[in-house]
């Protein structure tokens, strides 16, 4: 035993001595470190991975990481950052390893997205303007097409109304359609998106790339006619998962209430419009108060009463959102998976938004040739008043109305007057219901493999499947059944849309010595399917019901269903070549062909060329040290837009009544002409831009010029009704747009340590111009196109001023008394009639821009988002609708003119008067106006407190939407908005917010 004692103490030694240092070299080590750019500013979001394992971090908001490691002797970080080169760093022991990472062609590297692929910003030849992350969460938005108001030369968009869920109206460089369509083409992920992009929570956006001249877009053919934005989702990247969660709460408020009279004031304006019509003695105030007052308003003006009903219509609102991500990855697969919630209640009880999100994302990478992967996005939403309207009756109630009784129930009728019910008895339980729920999932599926280097085949697949159901309920208590009378009302209905894109890529890259060579081939069918059906019933027998059981109704007042399709098949070929990294041609031909069209006109081509010359790299220019990037460019093509519902050129069949042999029948007659001829609307574009950047990338921007010809427009011609038909659709008319853009960004005062100052500014113009109409036409009077006028014009009578008494006589002369208005005699017959309207003006503006300026000092950041429509007129209802200086409803709180006050801004009441004459050219206003949109204050934890709490980012913010509107209309004429589309209409007030947010990264 003594002899074999010593071995085994040797081997337990040894074997000891073996799992040491097998626990040494497992044993976790922690490195950290910063992650700066060549002038020492922290990089956030720099990807900090260990070669070959599934482990990685991102950089915080300070560029610092951490990272927990096993067996660190073998371990090799890659840093990877866009726009900087990528660096690896082996572990030598040292557990805090920061670095600098050097930017690649100074940023001239970054990947941009363009149709079908990613180019490098130094390739690209088009007119492309991109939109990143931290921009589109600079403001609170309800969908995404917000995110890009005034952050893109020549994209306008412009807010239809304050209703919680309506969506913008968004024009590319303009509108060029008179008929058909002219709202952009939305690609999410790749696959084509139509309908509502409320759909997509704004928190699972990583950027939008707008796509303007023809060189971007002829790539789309006719779905890109109007110009393309590229939204691109959120994706997994290498490392642990990382969990993220963005939450904020706004408190809303209206914006301005609009100014109506009150008591004192409606009483004197309905004397002084008796007094006009002789129905009212000065000498006897007494009796002539109890003509034109009834007792309950008598009684009331004896009480005193003065209420304002906005303020019992309106109160406080709120919109909260949020949303929780979990993000990761290895090198071979990557995930995103998200939820979010967002709910905008309005100031309007009645009228409210939300919206239920779910995303998943993953991409796989299959061996070494092999990638596949998967999007999807889903919406769950209700919409309540989508149609609701209800400051409509608040502001024509009289103030002299009481809204309650003696025992505080509501009055049905507070004057007395069936045409002005109470409008809070919308407010009532089962008064008025009406809601609005959607349902989407869109998805995007892809396969892609190379089948040899440079070749790559890949598979775009995209379902998407959308259902609604909308009902609609009115009690005969509610205010639009008072006002027309009958029984309890409902409607409800029904759509389903199923669509389909299916696209074969095949692409093709090489570089050889100074050439490079790009290639795109597209075979691809898009498809969709919409089936509809509504149904309107009258006489509910127990109003409790609502819309839910519309058979026990007492009449169907209505029934109407549809079923339509649409396909477009796609052939497109595209060639990119650069020499030497100087000299770039793009060249592209789309082939769609649409089954709107009739047999032999359903194929359109688009072609397109461009060609960019990048200077920077020219010889003289590569020793300088002043400039950065210089590359002009050039495009012209040829796009279309097929702008005309389905089945259009087939001649549609309308039912009719009639008799035969004495008994009712129904037959069928062609309800509208069919025109087999019809063909595309066609586009020719032309682009000039100049891309700069100099002082080592602190200033950047582009300047471009652009001209647009479209022909062949899909207009109605009209016809003689001699001919049973009073138009039919054809291709006549052309017109044109013109314009220049220039963007800006600027690091103006850089710091690091201290404070820092960065912008964005652009400016635009677009001059849209109709050049024929058909036919030789020069003007369409009744659709109010003119021959070498913009698009869209106010054509009406300009109003000069009001008859003052001492111009009796010339008034008498236009068959008006002092105190009317008056009106420019274009022609000076002393006669107005349709010979005097003239073109007044344009809600087209002269110019718009935009700018976002971001303050930063140690952990705070202050970010001013503004934008500017200058030169625009306006059409506004307010002084339409709610000027009728009648009486009988209430009135906006105007200057207007008597003998007394001789003013010349508005007539004088008038009871025998409905409306004034001619009431309509009240309405038009300068509709410039600035505005700041947002101003958000935020402020993000030191990391080392952040690091205690076991968090990797923690950020509070505060921040007002809409503190400021600079605009003759609010300012010189009470106006609350000027920012809408043509008309200013009713439905909701303006708002602004109050918002209070947080983000944290675990």
């Not at 503004?866 to 306006?874: H, K, P, Q, T």
């Amino acid at each position: 035993m003594k002899k074999y004692f010593p071995r085994l103490v040797c081997m337990v030694a040894c074997l000891l001595f073996h799992q040491l240092i097998i626990a040494q070299e497992h044993h976790p080590t922690t490195i950290e470190g910063n992650v700066l750019d060549a002038r020492k500013v922290p990089l956030v979001g720099v990807t900090v991975a260990v070669k070959g394992r599934n482990i990685g971090t991102q950089t915080d908001v300070n560029g610092h990481y951490r990272l927990l490691i096993t067996n660190p002797d073998k371990a090799v970080l890659v840093f990877t950052f866009v726009g900087f080169v990528s660096r690896e760093e082996p572990y030598k022991g040292n557990k805090i390893i920061s670095i600098v990472l050097e930017e690649d062609r100074k940023k001239l590297e970054e990947i941009v997205v363009v149709g079908y692929g990613q180019q490098k910003k130094k390739d690209v030849t088009g007119s492309i303007s991109s939109v990143g992350t931290k921009a589109i969460q600079d403001v609170p938005v309800t969908n995404p097409q917000q995110a890009l108001q005034g952050r893109a030369p020549g994209v306008e968009v412009i807010n239809n109304s304050a209703k919680p869920g309506d969506e913008p109206q968004v024009r590319i460089r303009g509108t060029r359609s008179l008929n058909a369509g002219n709202d952009p083409l939305y690609v999410v992920d790749g696959i084509p998106y139509a309908g509502s992009l409320s759909d997509i929570g704004t928190g699972v956006i990583q950027s939008m790339d707008i796509l303007k001249d023809a060189s971007a877009t002829a790539i789309y053919g006719s779905r890109g006619a109007n110009g393309v934005v590229l939204i691109t989702t959120q994706k997994g990247k290498v490392g642990k998962p990382v969990v993220s969660y963005t939450g904020s709460y706004g408190y809303v408020q209206q914006l301005g209430e609009t100014d109506m009279m009150n008591a004192s004031r409606f009483v004197d304006m309905r004397r002084e419009a008796a007094r006009v019509a002789k129905k009212y003695n000065d000498n006897n105030p007494d009796s002539s108060d109890k003509v034109i007052f009834n007792a309950t308003e008598l009684a009331n003006i004896k009480k005193g009463t003065d209420v304002d009903w906005q303020k019992l219509m309106i109160s406080p609102g709120y919109q909260t959102n949020h949303s929780l991500s979990v993000a990761g990855g290895t090198e071979k697969t990557r995930y995103n998976i998200g939820l979010g919630y967002f709910k905008d209640q309005g100031v309007l009880k009645l009228q409210s938004y939300e919206r239920y999100n779910v995303s998943l994302g993953i991409e796989q990478q299959i061996g070494n040739r092999v990638r596949v992967g998967a999007t999807v996005l889903g919406a769950y939403s209700l919409r309540n008043g989508e149609t609701y309207n209800g400051i409509d009756n608040a502001l024509k109630m009289l103030p002299i109305a009481a809204p309650y009784d003696d025992k505080g129930k509501l009055i049905i009728l507070p004057t007395g007057d069936s045409q002005q019910p109470n409008p809070l008895l919308d407010y009532v339980n089962n008064n008025r219901l009406e809601l609005m729920k959607r349902f989407r999932v869109f998805t995007s599926l892809f396969a892609e493999a190379e089948i040899i280097d440079g070749l790559k085949y890949r598979l775009n697949v995209g379902p998407d499947i959308q259902n609604y159901n909308y009902g609609l309920f009115q009690g005969k208590n509610n205010t639009n059944l008072l006002i027309g009378g009958g029984d309890a009302t409902a409607m409800k209905g029904n759509a389903s849309t199923v669509a389909y894109t299916i696209e074969n890529l095949l692409t093709y890259n090489k570089v050889v010595k100074k050439h490079s060579i790009g290639a795109t081939a597209l075979y691809s069918v898009q498809r969709q399917t919409a089936d509809v059906s509504t149904t309107n019933v009258r006489g509910i027998p127990v109003e409790t019901q609502q819309y839910y059981n519309l058979g026990q109704a007492l009449n169907v007042t209505g029934v109407t269903s549809s079923l339509s399709t649409w396909t477009i098949l796609s052939y497109m070929g595209r060639l990119n070549y650069g020499y030497d990294d100087r000299y770039l041609l793009t060249l592209t031909l789309r082939a769609d062909g649409s089954s709107r069209f009739a047999p032999g006109q359903k194929w359109g081509y688009f072609p397109s060329v461009a060609a960019a010359w990048n200077i920077i790299n020219e010889a003289p220019l590569k020793n300088q040290k002043v400039l950065d990037n210089l590359k002009l460019r050039a495009s012209y093509g040829r796009i279309g837009n097929t702008g005309i519902n389905p089945y259009a050129t087939q001649g549609l069949l309308t039912r009719i009544p009639y008799s035969y042999g004495n008994k009712g029948a129904l037959g069928f007659v062609p309800g509208e002409l069919r025109n087999p001829n019809l063909t595309w609307e066609t586009t020719t574009s032309a682009d000039i831009g100049l891309d700069f950047g100099f002082l080592n990338g602190r200033v950047t921007g582009v300047i471009e010029w652009y001209t647009q010809k479209t022909t062949d427009l899909l207009m109605p011609h009209l016809l003689p009704y001699s001919n049973g038909f009073n138009s039919v659709l054809e291709n006549l008319g052309v017109t044109r747009n013109k314009g220049w853009e220039v963007s800006v960004g600027a690091t103006v005062i850089d710091n690091p340590e201290g404070f820092s100052w960065k912008m964005d500014v652009n400016f635009f113009t677009n001059r849209s111009r109709i050049l024929s109409i058909g036919n030789g036409r020069t003007a369409d009077v009744g659709n109010g196109w003119f021959v070498g006028q913009p698009t869209y014009v106010y054509y009406d009578y300009k109003k000069t001023g009001i008859w003052q008494v001492g111009e009796k006589n010339i008034a008498n002369k236009y068959g008006v008394s002092p105190g009317e208005i008056k009106l420019e005699d274009v022609n000076k017959d002393s006669v107005i009639d349709a010979k005097d309207r003239q073109i007044l003006g344009s809600p087209e503006p002269k110019w718009s821009a935009g700018t976002t300026q971001r303050f930063s000092y140690k952990g705070f950041e202050l970010s001013v988002v503004a934008f500017a429509r200058m030169g625009s007129m306006i059409k506004s209802d307010f002084y339409q609708n709610y000027n009728t200086l009648f009486g009988r409803y209430n009135n906006l709180n105007i200057d207007y003119n008597t003998p007394a006050n001789p003013t010349n801004d508005f007539p004088r009441p008038n009871a025998n008067q409905e409306r004034p004459s001619n009431y309509q050219s009240l309405s038009y206003f300068d509709g410039s106006f600035f505005k700041i949109r947002s101003i958000t204050l935020s402020y993000t934890l030191p990391t080392a407190m952040v690091q205690r709490m076991q968090m990797q980012d923690l950020r509070f913010n505060v921040g007002v939407k809409q503190p400021l509107i600079l605009a003759p209309y609010r300012q010189t004429w009470k106006g609350i908005d000027p920012e809408d589309v043509n008309v200013i209409g009713v439905d909701a007030p303006a708002t602004w917010m109050l918002q209070f947010g947080i983000n944290a990264r675990f």
